[in-house]
């Protein structure tokens, strides 16, 4: 009876401890899964390339844990995507101290998405500039490295342009503002930080609260001096906004920047897309060659977007207008710098400003309606609320390079 007991007693313990070694094997190897994720995604290049460069960037970049993450969008909800495309899925979040992020998550991985990654890490690291969208930290222990960005409420320029919001108008205005913030930020990246964009278009561009542009998507991008010697073998991009010369000859220059930041323009002035279109008729199917071909013909007035038309002044129109088309030459050399590009867009605006000044003053007898729109360019904060992030509308159909909504996805 009593040796019964203690058989019965010893097997339990038994149970408890086989069930413990259970437990501890099974954290073991999700450490190891871990850690093999880690070395797999680059983790260790990337706190190698993180060390060698300035110190002080290994602090900005948080690395975060895969749990917290996978709380923060509850388990990748298909409620949280923001906006999907070709490279990965984004998912809005919020981090247990309650601040919303926008975590990005490849969807397949291999070799170059997995170096890609970690190209933009090494990059967005580098840079602090109030036009480029913040990353705040990356997970690297998940199969799919994990990359974490401040999130930004107001959608992308793209969606501005082409489905007219009426409680935020793009007025010619925001137009210039949002042309001179971006500008500067890619001035910024080529002079300061020798970074290409590579990819600069409308769905690239993010507007915050206060609707200023933030610059997002560095997967493609890399460090000039990184980059200088070798010639790219494959043409990344997208399709309406890749320079022609960079297609030709498989060399991306910063004048590739300023060409495709040019068709930027050129949309902000017409209000079209930039993709080919059969509406067009076919030589000029694409929106930079149908805006130059208008500028030739001397038919600017015709191509114009509406709210452009409707209170943009004749002068500055006509000043970015040229300034667009210099920056789609098809020769590089004959683009302006995007630095000379951020200039020219500053003195316009600046010119704006004066009149606004000038029309202080001159409000009772002057043309109302002009002040009243230059007034709205300068206000920044608009207190119209719109509706959660929505997909901007699908830009292209074409081939495997998609335009790419928030953070590279659509
Ligand atoms: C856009 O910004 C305005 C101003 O801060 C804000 O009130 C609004 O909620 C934002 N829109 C969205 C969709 O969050
Ligand atoms: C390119 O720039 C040169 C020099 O400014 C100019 O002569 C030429 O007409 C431009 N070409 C195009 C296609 O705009």
Partial sequence: ?????????????????????????????????????????????LEQQLSSGDQANVEKIKLFNSRELEKATDHFSIDRILGQGGQGNVYKGMLMDGQIV??????????????????????????????????????????????????????TLSQYIHDQDEEFPLTWGTRLRVSTEVAGALSYLHSTASIYHRDIKSTNILLDAKYRAKIADFGISRSISTDQTHLTTQVHGTFGYLDPEYFQSSQFTEKSD??????????????????????????????ATHFLLSMEQNRLFYILDAQVKKDGSKEEIIAVANLAQRCLNLSGRKRPTMKEVAAELEGVRLAVKDADHVQQNLVEEEDVETHEITIEAYCDVVSTSHGPFTDGGTASSSSDVQPLMFYNTQ
């Fill in 258 to 287: 300023v060409y495709s930041f040019g068709v930027v323009l050129a949309e902000l002035l017409t209000g079209q897309k930039p993709v080919i279109s059969m509406m067009r008729s076919q030589e000029s199917r694409s929106l």
């Fill in 102 to 155: 926008a975590v990005k998550k490849s969807k397949i991985v291999n070799g170059g998405e997995v170096r890609q990654f970690i190209n933009e890490i090494v990059i967005l690291s580098q840079i602090n500039h109030r036009n480029v969208v913040k990353l705040l930290g990356c997970c690297l222990e998940t199969e799919i490295p994990l990359l974490v960005y401040e999130f930004l409420p107001n959608g």
């Fill in 1 to 45: 009876m009593y040796s019964c007991t203690g058989g019965s007693l010893g097997l339990i313990f038994l149970a408890i401890v086989a069930w413990w070694l259970v437990q501890v094997i099974k954290k073991r190897k999700n450490k190891k899964r871990k850690e093999k994720f880690l070395k797999q995604n680059g983790g260790l290049v």
